[in-house]
């Protein structure tokens, strides 16, 4: 089995509020392996932006704390490294990221071409090769780079659009850039936060199937955080699934997808629209973080839970291969 590119364990992460201090992720587990796209998938407030905020070390300061655990990425635990070394090294470097809304993520009052230009001067690749070109040549190089790139990601008249300002490009083409952007440093992998939620159906359908073609080509990982399973089908290789700040299940797709192990994974898939059932929620309602259910999270809203889930977090346990799931009931084919 191919080992991780980067392992999360038991990331505690908690909010202070006036409220009290919400448990927003409760000993996660995860590993993402090089050039695989895993999906993380579950309700709106359960803990996936924080997860790929707290990867890349933008949690707010002023109301993140973070209680325990390790992200190690390329043999460091990057929740030991000071802001400036994960600034210059990591981040938008060997992890880059694409946003929900590409429309906040540029500056309105300077051209696209400027705005990539300065990012170029601190992140391109060949700020880091043993002998860069500088002045004039290091310029041309980093440019003949962005438009293979604009092209890659099938943006017509890349130089044209590099002297557009970010409000006459679409919001398609804009998370094209985005895409293009966070691929310019050659990342080892992408976080990719609901990178469609803000588009239109067929434009997100077009860039779903972009991210996933250009991971393939240059064996970049992808963590895709959606709360849309139909999303995560088309493009992911495994899914994690999360629940109220703890992952429940992680399963190669097809098996999400025909064989789910946790009662809550099954409950999100008999959500999902169709001709016959039409719309159905899950019964219940999410907990509320600053006083978490103990034991497994999801045991107030499952018919299946015992005392013991009232009390124990299940542990993982293996279904098959690369198939785990933390349930002290877990659905078989013969309860599914
Ligand atoms: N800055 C913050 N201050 C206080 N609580 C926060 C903050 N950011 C997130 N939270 C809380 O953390 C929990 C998890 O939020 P998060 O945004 O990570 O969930 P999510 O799964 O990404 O949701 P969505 O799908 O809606 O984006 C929520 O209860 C949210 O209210």
Redesign the pocket.
Known sequence: MDADLITVRDLRVS???DAGI?R?LDGVQCGIRAGEIRGLV????????????AILGIL?RN??RIDSGTVMFGGRNLLDLPEDRLAAEVRGREIAYIP?DPSTAFNPVFTIGTQIADLMRWKSPLARAANPPSGRARREADLARVIELLRLVQLPNPEALLRKYPHEVSGGQRQRLMIAMALLPEPKLVIA??PTTALDVTVQAQILKLLKQLARERNVAVLF?T?DLGAAYEICDRITV?YA?QEVEEAPVSEFFDRPSHPYTRKLLDSLPSAETGLRGIPGEIPR?IDPPAGCRFNPRCERASDLCRTDRPPPEPVSPGHMVRCHHRLTEFSA
């Open positions: 909010f202070a509020s919400a927003v579950g309700e709106s407030g359960c803990g996936k932006t924080t997860l790929a905020r707010p109301a993140a929900q936060d609901e955080t709360h999360m700040g973080l």
